[in-house]
T-cell receptor, first 116, second 113 residues
Framework: DARVTQTPRHKVTEMGQEVTMRCQPI?????VFWYRQTMMQGLELLAY????????DSGMPKDRFSAEMPDATLATLKIQPSEPRDSAVYFC??????????????FGEGSRLTVL | AQSVTQPDIHITVSEGASLELRCNYS??????LFWYVQSPGQGLQLLLK??????LVQGIKGFEAEFKRSQSSFNLRKPSVHWSDAAEYFC???????????FGKGTHLIIQP
């Protein structure tokens, strides 16, 4: 059963520490998204990649967040330094042919980050 | 800019009763519309989507949604809810989803026995 895998599922860290979240998209999917979910803002698009190339990261705070896709099986989202306001659930999603009716976006179970 | 409004933050429905969750969107072109469900501690699962054609869309778990262009709405319905339907429901809009989706804030569905 193909699924998007995210690690860690839960992370508690102290302000100022570096946090790296990882995502393994479904094999063969060429588009990968990072979303952040908070009570106040809901689901926000942070960044996305197609065929490993970054297409849009305008939703990310540039000074502390970075997203990369070193290979087709791994996407990373890094926060350095982390701040309490970064506390949220971070979702990775992957898909293929999303501009067609047959396309579908699959979400991972999320990484819950708490910054103290 | 595209946006999605889900006017109801919480909805409580008795088990076996019918359900309608509201969604209004703003989008500059022909919208592609989606409904997702999120159970506690889980990711989002696609219920149904509208790309074109028939404005009444059937989805999984007995859900359906109707696209009404004149009202900029895409309301989700189910004729008889089950306790397992208790979850968070998100409406989303995009240009096919290829460039990311814009989500509403969600509606929390509570099922009363």
């Amino acid at each position: 059963d193909a699924r998007v895998t995210q690690t860690p599922r839960h992370k508690v860290t102290e302000m100022g520490q570096e946090v790296t979240m990882r995502c393994q998209p479904i094999l063969g999917h060429n588009t990968v998204f990072w979303y952040r979910q908070t009570m106040m803002q809901g689901l926000e698009l942070l960044a996305y990649f197609r065929n490993r190339a970054p297409l849009d990261d305008s939703g990310m705070p540039k000074d502390r967040f970075s997203a990369e896709m070193p290979d087709a099986t791994l996407a990373t989202l890094k926060i350095q330094p982390s701040e309490p306001r970064d506390s949220a659930v971070y979702f990775c999603a992957s898909g293929l042919r999303l501009d067609r009716p047959t396309g579908e976006l699959f979400f991972g179970e999320g990484s819950r980050l708490t910054v103290l | 800019a595209q946006s999605v409004t889900q006017p109801d933050i919480h909805i409580t429905v008795s088990e076996g009763a019918s359900l309608e969750l509201r969604c209004n969107y703003s989008y500059g072109a022909t919208p592609y519309l989606f409904w997702y469900v999120q159970s506690p501690g889980q990711g989002l699962q696609l219920l149904l989507k509208y790309f074109s054609g028939d404005t009444l869309v059937q989805g999984i778990k007995g859900f359906e949604a109707e696209f009404k262009r004149s009202q900029s709405s895409f309301n989700l319905r189910k004729p008889s809810v089950h306790w397992s339907d208790a979850a968070e429901y998100f409406c989303a809009v995009g240009g096919g989803g290829a460039d990311g989706l814009t989500f509403g804030k969600g509606t929390h569905l509570i099922i009363q026995p």
